[in-house]
């Protein structure tokens, strides 16, 4: 029990599979976990074996005292599932992706006027970039510039999510609860400290999902709904009479609540880090967006082809510090055999991110940040068996580690990396990222420190964001009258 890490979870992971190599198997109290620490393994499990290994175990915890039962991320595999994977994936897969980006562009273009007059607010920022983009995106909801309630509930449902998800968090998700369920437990029962906890965060989790979407369908009945994810199908669903009216809005309701569940916030903390620790990497950046955009307007997706150092910065950006190091646990449904091994059903099957993207077989230097990586045709995965390259984001990718694996990949990463690529062009066009400076005006050394828990942030560290130039002001300024 004590192998589980309760912090520092990767670094914890990492080192157990230095030690013990691709596989690592845990058994806690009757209960068996299984760490897949290289790509290969990952992708013969999770991709190969699809079917057996796209299962969740039932978290006491998360489903159960949190109420994120309705959440399709925390569902059993199976046909409720695969309706409401279906109806995420037609709305935000690769084809549709381009459908977003103007709201990604507008919302860009707000973050960069907000860090123009306030840097020294990034996070603040930053989440409401985040909110900002998935809120108009799904529910058609203009978020308020500050102390907005959707972002203020959000983001406490979400980080009590985040600190549960993780193997060994809580007690109550190893303990055997069999005879005595922890429902029957009153919070002021020693050890049940985790219900009062639970409370809270299931309070946050219910009105995530449901104060937005009462919001919208109250917009709808009104018809002065905007264009979204969750208008378009129920509109959808008005035009084809569906029967079963109230489960496919339950549906609708929990997909949209879940299109919530992106980070982006960390990614790009992640970016503003890496800028301030490898200046060498801006200059770089800076010179080719010169090059290709110049100083009279800012970058768009249409450049996004004509910008592959940009590319390669936001690749490596996914790389050197995952958002999810663990991603959510998968269960295999029935018992199997790789490589001579017995994996027995209900194990907790876990594809260790951090250290897949960590590999320096296949990220050579993997602590250092350098985007040149993703440029190097010959690099190891590049390409696939008959030596075609291979598609942005495909499984059969190592960087795809970053967003889960197999069924269970993040079916709105297309739009999750198309929100980093066009805020890093934006902020590298007219910024210079550089050290922060202490009270008393001296530059202070960052470090490459990063939180514990599902959702990997970077700790609090100085930094400065500075106009390139006296043109900047009057370029930003301009983007304020091209918004709606």
Known sequence: MFDLARENEAAHYFEMSK????????????????????????????????????????????????????????????????????????QFQQSVAPIHWPTQTREAHVLIRSLLYSPQDLINHLRHNAASTIMNVTYGITVSPKDDRYITVAEKALDGMAKAANPGAFLVEVLPFREYPPSCLQEWFPGAGFKRKAREWREAVMEMKDAPFEEITKTLKEGTASPCFVSNLIMDLDSKGDQDRETTMETIKGCAGLAYGGESVSALTSFVLAMVLHPEVQIKAHQELDAVIGRGRLPTFDDRASLPYIGAISKE????????????????????????????????????????????????????????????????????????????????????????????????????????????????????????????????????????????????????????????????????????
């Not at 994120?68 to 059993?76: A, E, I, K, L, Q």
């Not at 250092?368 to 495909?394: H, M, Q, V, W, Y």
């Not at 970053?402 to 934006?426: D, N, T």
């Not at 009270?439 to 106009?467: D, Q, R, T, W, Y």
Request: charge should be neutral; charged fraction near 20%.
């Open 19 to 90: 030690k013990y190599g691709n596989l690592v198997f845990l058994s806690v109290l009757g209960k068996h976990i299984l760490f897949a620490n290289d790509f290969r393994t990952a992708y013969e499990l999770f991709e190969k074996r699809g079917s057996n290994y796209s299962d969740r175990a039932r978290s006491p915890m998360i489903n159960d005292l949190m109420g994120w039962d309705w959440s399709f991320g925390h569902m059993p595999y199976g046909e409720k599932w695969k309706t409401h994977r279906k109806m995420f994936h037609q």
């Open 317 to 484: 950006i996914l790389r050197w510090n995952p958002v999810a190091p663990l991603g959510l646990p998968h269960m295999i449904t029935n018992d199997d055999e790789y490589n001579g091994y017995f994996i027995p059903a209900g194990t907790i099957v876990i594809g260790n991110s951090w250290t897949i993207l960590h590999n320096p077989e296949t990220f050579p230097d993997p602590l250092k940040f350098n985007p040149d990586r993703f440029l190097d045709p010959c690099r190891p995965f590049a390409t696939n068996d008959r030596g075609n390259p291979i598609p942005e984001l495909s499984t059969s990718d190592p960087l795809s580690a970053s967003f889960g694996y197999g069924r269970r990949i993040c079916p709105g990463r297309f739009m999750a990396e198309a929100q980093v690529w066009i805020s890093v062009a934006c902020m590298l066009s007219v910024f210079t990222i550089g050290k922060g400076v202490d009270e008393n005006g001296n530059e202070v050394e960052a470090a490459p420190a990063f939180s514990s828990g599902m959702i990997c942030h970077p700790l609090p560290f100085k930094f400065s964001i500075k106009p390139r130039g006296e043109w900047v002001k009057n370029l930003i300024e301009q983007t304020a009258d091209l918004a709606p």
